[in-house]
């Protein structure tokens, strides 16, 4: 497992998917690989709508990241003080192409086997994702 808080800044928010994909190349998902390329893109877009939507003066986010190997499945999970709950845009508010922003969720959903949001203990709320990774036995290859 790996937990991080980090600023509600936008620096935060790179931050947290830095520290996300080199965790997850320790964890013997490399680095450009379809598994860390889906993971990282969730980490990036739900510590991004911690900052721009969760974000509390004076208050961090926290990124959690679980990984079971044997079953194969990355969980996502970033909690942050705001207590609104994000919401999937209705099919007929869905942003257009020209629109900035308003697709993270979107993506989220498109990409995440399964998302939600949870109650945490105390102020706030976790948004979290799963992702099916590749089950790895074995030693990580060699790169030449």
């Given amino acids: 497992m790996f937990a991080q808080r980090f600023s509600a800044t936008r620096r ?5 998917r ?17 598994a860390s390329d889906t993971v990282t893109l969730v ?4 510590a991004s709508n911690a900052v721009l939507h969760g974000h509390v003066p004076g208050r961090d986010f926290e990124l959690r ?29 869905r942003p257009s192409a020209d629109t900035d922003g ?15 949001v949870n109650g945490r203990t ?7 994702a799963e992702c099916a990774v590749p089950v790895s036995h074995g030693r990580r290859p060699i790169r030449s």
């Fill in 102 to 116: 308003g697709r993270g969720l979107l993506l989220v959903e498109s990409v995440a086997d399964r998302w939600g």
């Fill in 18 to 34: 830095r520290l996300a994909t080199h965790r997850l190349d320790l964890w013997q998902l490399p680095y450009g690989s379809p």
């Fill in 43 to 46: 980490v990036a877009e739900l």
């Fill in 122 to 128: 105390g102020p706030g709320k976790t948004v979290w």
């Fill in 65 to 93: 990241l679980t990984y079971e190997r044997s079953a194969g499945l990355v969980r996502v999970e970033v909690s942050d003080t705001h207590p609104g709950h994000p919401e999937m845009p209705e099919s007929a508010g």
């Fill in 12 to 16: 935060g928010a790179r931050l947290a």
